[in-house]
């Protein structure tokens, strides 16, 4: 008897524990410090690139899915890639991604990739947006596919975490040639 109750107890204390949507997939454990900026001598349009670690979120009205959230640069331009990590997934090629903000504005991006199924979103983001991102609170994107729209809640360490990044860009200088990280 005292064995099937600390069986009983454990599995219902970390029942949780054993759920996909409760898994610490997502980037929200602890605020990344270090910029982690990798450059390769791999060229994207001919030019040399540098990327900080991607952020996993977990898509809130889905189960069981995730997207990655990464920035870029390239010459002096940031570039935001979203990906939305599930199979034939279509972005939707009049409205993109909605940007809400903790004041109640709302920013649309638009895909400068071409519009694909393969669920990939890339921006150049404008001087206008860096600041907007670094002055605002964003607390929910939404991702416009064709056969659903996918929402994204941050907490407080996404937001750490995008600011940092956005931070950290904004200082590199691209390097030519060699390897650097």
């Known amino acids: 008897m005292l064995r099937f109750c600390i069986i009983f107890c454990g599995i219902f204390f970390f ?39 991607a952020i996993s979120l977990r898509i809130d009205n889905e189960e069981q899915m995730y997207a990655s959230f990464q920035l870029g640069k390239r010459k002096n331009k940031i570039y935001l890639y979203l990906k939305l990590l599930g199979e034939d997934i279509c972005i939707n090629n009049d409205k993109n991604v909605d940007v809400y ?19 990939l979103f890339a921006r150049q ?4 947006e860096l600041k907007k991102f670094k002055e605002n609170e964003i607390t929910q994107l939404q991702i416009y596919t064709y056969k ?34």
């Open 125 to 128: 983001l404008s001087k206008k």
């Open 148 to 181: 659903k729209n996918y929402e994204i809640y941050l907490n407080e360490v996404h937001r750490q975490d995008i600011l940092h990044y956005i931070n950290c860009l904004s200082a590199y200088k691209i390097r030519k040639g060699e390897i650097h990280k």
């Open 15 to 53: 029942e949780h524990k054993f759920y996909a949507q409760n898994k610490p997939f997502d980037s929200a454990q602890f605020a990344h410090f270090d910029c982690g900026i990798i450059q390769t001598k791999q060229k994207l349009d001919h030019r040399f690139f540098a990327s900080v670690p």
């Open 101 to 119: 903000f903790k004041t109640g504005e709302v920013t649309v991006l638009k895909n400068e990739f071409p519009i694909n199924c393969e669920s």
